[in-house]
């Protein structure tokens, strides 16, 4: 059975960092157009930012400069650097692998930035 698994999220204090893992189990993260999405309660799940299998990165315009994605395909990973955590940040974010129609999506892990 084809799994995401994020790992790294936590409670931080503004200002500070996380960097969130995903690690991908029966697929080859090398193919996917690989990427990290977030969600607030009763909100919908909007992306962050993805990595091609090329490795062009795309970020949505509020993380731009602080986010950093990269893909670890010999270990079948992707990041997510986090650098200058802001409030609005808080979130559950999830790994999203994408392959033509076929969608995998993680459990989600919390992050949490306290002011």
């Known amino acids: 059975q084809v799994t995401l698994v994020e790992s790294g999220g936590g409670l931080v204090q503004s200002g500070e960092s996380l960097t969130l893992s995903c690690v991908g189990h029966?697929?080859?993260?090398?193919?996917?157009?690989m990427g990290w999405y977030r969600q607030l309660p009763g909100e919908q799940r909007t992306l962050v930012a993805t990595?091609?299998?090329?490795?062009?990165?795309n970020y949505v315009d509020s993380v731009k400069g602080r986010f950093t994605i990269s893909r670890n395909n010999a270990e079948n990973t992707i990041n997510l650097q986090m650098n200058n955590l802001q409030p609005e940040d808080t979130a559950v974010y999830y790994c999203?692998?994408?392959?033509?129609?076929?969608?995998?999506w993680g459990r989600g892990t919390q992050v949490t930035v306290s002011s």
């Open positions: 029966k697929m080859l993260i090398s193919r996917y157009l």
């Open positions: 999203n692998a994408r392959l033509s129609v076929v969608n995998y």
């Open positions: 990595v091609t299998p090329g490795g062009d990165t």
